[in-house]
């Protein structure tokens, strides 16, 4: 058996989804942290998977840290596997990470995240793009693991916790990464698997530039609060002056996303310092 962990927020009808899924594969230990929801999540949950599933509730809305540390703390078993509640989980996804996860020279696992449904992407959509809707694909030169569909060892997730990251802030699009980066630090190995995949519901509302200069600018400045340090400083702001012009080369539009993280990193790395 592994550990499954699930942060959900008034997403009820995709989190039941995803259960129904999971639920489907075999005897696991699910652990759901319901963060805040008013949607009546937890007490659908208790009646409807009271013997399925382990519940914790918080009842104001807590970081994706806070959360993620409780369940950690919670769960019973040697792997710890994350998905998101607005997720699928593809076939044997459990023993797909169980069979990756029993080579000793493997302490952590990510696969790929791909669209659950058929997406109408607008005209000017461009595949670079898709980091900010939460899609990636590890043959993908830029990949980086999504928080989404990753697995750990559990003694990987208690040897490298990540101290910077306060569970006072409401970080929600830098932890994964920044986990995943502290354990590389430290010498734990890393395998892509193109067979773990996980499925993403993605709202049409994410597809519009409104939603990818938001996403941009939350990633900046929540990057500055999980990561402060002069190195990234220094490159997010050569980063900010070469972008721009990268763009105008190109016409990628993923080079105008990256400046607009690179500046809302640098204000909010100043700000923080002025606090």
Known sequence: MISIIIVTHNRLNSLKRCLRSLLSMG????????????????????????????????????????????????????IVAFIDDDCVPCENWPEIIKRYLSDPECDMVAGPVRPLNKIKYPKWWQTSLNWAIGLAEINDPDFAPLGCNVAFKKNVLDRAKEKTISENHNIVYSEDTLRIQNAVKKGYKLKLNNDMIAYHDIIPEKLSLKYLIRRSW????????????????????????INP?????????????????????ILAFFRKKCA
Do not use: Q
């Open 245 to 265: 012009f990268r763009f105008i080369i190109t016409l990628n539009l993923n080079y105008m996303l990256r400046w607009i993280v690179s500046i809302s990193y």
């Open 218 to 241: 939350l990633e900046g400045n929540h990057w500055s609060l999980s990561e402060r340090s002069a190195k990234i400083l220094i490159v997010r702001g050569l980063a900010s002056l």
């Open 27 to 78: 005897n696991h230990e699910i652990i759901i942290v319901d963060n805040g929801s008013t949607d009546n999540t937890s007490e659908i949950v208790a009646k409807e998977y009271k013997d399925s599933v382990i519940l914790i509730r918080n009842k104001t809305d807590k970081s994706l840290n806070h959360c993620k540390s409780m369940a950690i703390k919670r769960s019973g078993h040697e």
